[in-house]
């Protein structure tokens, strides 16, 4: 036994570095890269706010009728804010849902102005709304001209039904509107 054990560790460590090896290395500074091209917009689930959903009492404008972000949550987006700054990327605007977890998160990143768009408030209780919502976030960023750059702070059900990806807390998802289409194109996805 004693033998076979280093190995199992020696193949298993070979295995590793091979699954590694097939891996992007710069895949991180590539995406940081596309963020700063011409017509890129980000979508950015809020950070950190345990649980799922909101209270049966939720009221919008009532931040103790809501899941809110933690200590780890707000932490989380100060941190991304200091990154995206520190990348350089210049951001024009930020959306926000009107969910106190989302406008918590847009403020902290503290990347520049911040405005609540009912687009991008969850759609997590009610689904009927979700296409009136989606087609106008897509309006929004089609009348963007390429130069500008909007960050967008919303939801997991929002990013999923623009892009199909189901992101993690404080996931963003660097996105293009396909000129012919005007559909979402993912670029680039930057985890917390």
Known sequence: MSILLPNILRIAGFLALLILSTLPVSAAEDAWQIWKSDGVHALMR???APGTGDPANFTLGDCTTQRNLNETGREQARNTGNVIRSKGIQISSVM?????????TARLLDVGPVAEEPALNSFFRDRS???????????????????EKRLLVTHQVNITALTGIFPRSGEIILIRLADETADIEVLARLMP
């Open 46 to 48: 809020h950070a950190i």
């Open 96 to 104: 926000t849902s009107q969910w106190c977890r989302c406008v918590d």
């Open 129 to 147: 709304t979700e296409p009136t919502q989606t087609r106008k976030i897509k309006q929004q960023l089609a009348g963007l001209a390429d130069s």
